[in-house]
């Protein structure tokens, strides 16, 4: 990504600052959209420790007015917006019958909306261009449901095939669009909103045998923005240790389902 420059929503903390920082390491020019001036101060602070051109402009990517603010900001200080990861996001937890009409739309506002009006602002002048690369975060929640978070999942299935979409239409003008869909991720917004208990679960079921990190996201986002996968549109790429390989995972993988195994003793339950 050396001599690129990058926009990353929601950079300023997450997998927006982990892909963030490998964008930087990598050569990019990273600009930064996220809701708090004081938090995309520090993490601009950190690019430039790392040597790189980094910019920040705090905006709401749910307003659309906001959004095309920040884009002018950004192309009077960079010129040419290169890439986009589109990482803003946030979540509601609640029962799907007693889920209130605000948290429904600030969710939808934010990761279906938001990510929207930041693909169309910045993929404009990536199509008069003819040339422009954009990851959109997902999450296994839009490959399958969640229970108790009913917007948040509705989102995410909404999101990929936005992807698509924008792939189909963009393809043409050689701007590609694809999407990361993280299985749980161990951020502390992440930590702040889910029991302890459950990262056993989701580290029970995974065959990599961990929890997955931000690192991980931000090396599959490089991977997708970067020249290598040039032919890559319209993807959505499970980031999962293999949580989604089947159906009955347990023990990182083992086979609990097999008396004869079981007897012999090759796995213990």
């Known amino acids: 990504m050396t001599g690129k420059t990058v926009v990353?929503?929601?950079?300023?903390?997450?997998?927006?600052?982990?892909?963030?920082?490998?964008?930087?390491?990598?050569?990019?020019?990273?600009?930064?959209?996220?809701?708090?001036?004081?938090d995309i101060a520090v993490v601009l602070d950190e690019l430039r420790a790392l040597g790189a051109e980094a910019f920040g402009v705090s905006a709401d990517v749910s307003d659309a007015t906001a959004v095309q603010r920040a884009a002018e900001r950004i192309f009077a200080d960079v010129g040419e917006v290169h890439a986009l990861v589109a990482c803003a996001g946030?979540?509601?937890?609640?029962?799907?019958?007693?889920?209130?009409?605000?948290?429904?739309?600030?969710?939808?506002?934010?990761?279906?909306?938001?990510?929207?009006?930041?693909?169309?602002?910045?993929?404009?002048?990536?199509?008069?261009?003819?040339?422009?690369?954009?990851?959109?975060?997902?999450?296994?929640?839009?490959?399958?449901?969640?229970?108790?978070?009913?917007?948040?999942?509705?989102?995410?299935?909404?999101?990929?095939?936005?992807?698509?979409?924008?792939?189909?239409?963009?393809?043409?003008?050689?701007?590609?669009?694809?999407?990361?869909?993280?299985?749980?991720?161990?951020?502390?917004?992440?930590?702040?909103g889910l029991p302890d208990y459950f990262f056993n679960v989701v580290t029970d079921r995974t065959p990599a045998g961990r929890i997955g990190e931000p690192d991980d996201v931000a090396h599959a986002v490089l991977v997708l923005l970067g020249g290598a996968s040039s032919f890559l549109s319209g993807v959505i790429l499970p980031v999962d240790g293999g949580l989604t390989t089947g159906f009955f995972n347990r023990l990182s993988g083992a086979d609990l389902q097999s008396k004869k195994l079981l007897e012999a003793g090759v796995y213990q339950p």
């Open 8 to 38: 990353v929503t929601g950079g300023a903390s997450g997998i927006g600052r982990a892909t963030s920082h490998m964008l930087a390491r990598d050569g990019a020019r990273v600009a930064i959209i996220d809701l708090r001036d004081e």
């Open 90 to 192: 946030t979540s509601a937890s609640s029962p799907a019958a007693d889920h209130s009409v605000e948290d429904w739309n600030r969710v939808m506002g934010v990761n279906l909306f938001g990510s929207f009006i930041c693909c169309q602002i910045f993929g404009r002048p990536m199509i008069a261009r003819g040339e422009g690369s954009i990851v959109v975060i997902g999450s296994l929640d839009g490959i399958s449901a969640h229970a108790g978070r009913i917007a948040y999942s509705t989102s995410k299935f909404a999101v990929h095939g936005m992807v698509k979409n924008l792939a189909l239409e963009w393809g043409r003008h050689n701007v590609r669009v694809n999407c990361v869909a993280p299985t749980i991720i161990d951020t502390p917004l992440v930590r702040r």
